[in-house]
């Protein structure tokens, strides 16, 4: 295999499945070959607020901030409609576009805010030395009984010496809210939210190398005590690093700021023709229950309205959380790529196939939307992985094009296969993805 050098960084083998290894940036003026295999080596993918918080199947920064330069101006509008983390609206923001996201998951809504939210040093620096001073305090009297949610199974999650830390932060965050005379005060509260989040899994008894959240007996995880207070003072020192040089780049362009309009993938209240680009990577298939994932941050975090788990959950891409009657018969889509697959599921496991059917039925809805806020001549790029579901191969990217194009009346412009090398997600082995496609959608004009 003979490998060619396009351009710095970038290496073409040359033969008949291209793989192109990018290391870092790729040269927006650089055009990826229709059907090539690209493979990013990612430089820095906790660049400044990028490592704030890790979540299942986050960007490669290089892959929004490459889609970006190519296909919008300066002060255009970039959406992410399932913006996640917000690794398209901080990579937008940065490129000097008005950034758009939108996600249904409020833990995703709290870090896409505090990620693009510059706070001024000064402020920073005060409240969070009142704050390491109030933790200190309550920490140091014995007689202190901090504040602790209640939720399912808290005890099995936590042990009791980290369940008074974990109050004691909190405690000590909410006390931050009261320094009224702080500028930016809700700024900061949302900021060391997110960083008390970004410990909580760690802090907890669920197994770290899960993407769900889940116990499990063999795993004995070592905690000590007043280990999860040092590590949030860790986190909050290495953060606010990372905060002072943001802002200090968005000192320069205040003006290209963030949207978060509220609102879903599927109903975005957004104008018509309004948008200049979007990105996204919608949820995998079978692969990741949001929700389940980030239950303990949320419940800390009281982000969960009275009511069950299950009434969230039905409202997500991908939702797990199906009725027996609602995949008792055989649902068919008319789309050719799509029923066979369909077909085969169904016979290995209904609700497999339901689950499958109802996902491609609302990215359908996802899409039509997304033709109805971008002007015409604009480009939806999708990164979207493939899947294994009950050893059936589903070719999400083949499907995907099929509704794009057939249904919704988006032209395919070209599509490029991105390997993966690091992801926080684990699924089993077998129905692990390489890597995802990412098709390029143009409106027609
Ligand atoms: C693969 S993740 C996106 C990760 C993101 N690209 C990043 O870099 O962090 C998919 C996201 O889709 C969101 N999602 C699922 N259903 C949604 C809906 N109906 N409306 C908006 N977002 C939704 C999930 O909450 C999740 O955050």
Redesign the pocket.
């Known amino acids: 295999m003979s490998t060619r050098k396009s351009s710095e960084g970038v290496k073409l083998t040359s033969e008949s499945e291209e793989l192109i290894e990018i290391e870092g940036d790729l040269d927006p003026d650089f055009d990826i070959p229709n059907g090539a295999n690209i493979l990013i080596i990612s430089k820095d993918q906790s660049y400044l607020t990028h490592g704030i918080h890790k979540?299942?199947?986050?960007?490669f920064p290089e892959l929004?901030r490459y889609l970006i330069r190519k296909y919008s101006q300066p002060g255009e509008y970039v959406i992410?409609?399932?913006?996640?983390?917000?690794?398209?609206i901080l990579e937008a923001m940065l490129n000097k576009r008005i950034g758009i996201g939108?996600?249904?998951?409020p833990i995703?809504q709290l870090i896409t805010k505090v990620k693009t939210t510059p706070i001024a040093s000064e402020p920073l620096e005060t409240a969070s030395k009142i704050l390491e001073m109030q933790i200190e305090k309550l920490d140091n009297s014995a007689e202190y009984n901090p504040i602790i949610p209640d939720f399912p199974y808290r005890d099995n999650w936590f042990r009791s010496f980290v369940l008074r830390e974990l109050g004691i932060i909190r405690d000590g965050i909410l006390s931050i809210k009261e320094q009224t005379h702080i500028s930016q005060v809700d700024d900061i509260v949302d900021f060391f939210h997110v960083i008390m989040s970004s410990i909580i899994r760690d802090a907890s008894n669920a197994d770290p190398h899960c993407t769900r959240t889940v116990l499990r007996k063999k795993v004995r995880k070592k905690i000590l005590p007043g280990e999860t207070l040092r590590k949030f003072s860790q986190r909050l020192a290495q953060q606010i690093n990372e905060m002072k040089q943001f802002s200090n780049i968005l000192d320069d362009f205040t003006y290209f700021h963030v949207h978060l309009p509220g609102g879903?993938?599927?109903a975005t209240e957004l104008l018509d023709d309004s948008i200049d680009l979007a990105v996204?990577?919608?949820?995998?298939i079978n692969a990741?229950d949001?929700p389940r994932t980030h239950q303990l941050e949320m419940y800390w975090l009281g982000l969960l309205g009275d009511g069950p788990l299950s009434k969230v959950k039905r409202?997500?891409?991908?939702?797990e959380t199906v009725y027996k009657d609602e995949y008792r018969d055989l649902h068919v889509s008319g789309y050719q790529t799509l029923d066979p697959v369909l077909e085969k599921i169904y016979r290995r496991d209904p609700r497999r196939a339901y689950i499958a059917y109802k996902f491609f039925d609302?990215m359908k809805h996802?899409l039509h939307e997304t033709m109805r806020i971008l002007k015409p001549g604009s480009r939806y790029c999708v990164?979207i992985g493939n899947n294994l579901i009950r050893g059936v191969q589903v070719k999400s990217h083949e499907i995907l094009s099929e509704i794009a194009v057939s249904s919704v009346g988006f032209e395919l412009e070209s599509q490029f296969f991105s390997k993966l090398i690091r992801h926080f997600i684990r699924i089993p082995r077998r129905e692990r993805m390489h890597g995802e496609w990412v098709l390029v959608l143009r409106k027609p004009q």
Do not use: N, R, W
């Not at 979540?55 to 960007?59: I, W």
């Not at 992410?80 to 398209?88: E, F, K, L």
């Not at 996204?280 to 995998?284: A, G, K, M, V």
């Open positions: 979540f299942p199947a986050k960007f929004p992410d409609p399932m913006c996640g983390s917000g690794t398209t939108i996600d249904i998951d995703a879903t993938a599927l996204t990577s919608p949820p995998y990741v949001y409202k997500y891409i991908g939702t609302d996802q990164a």
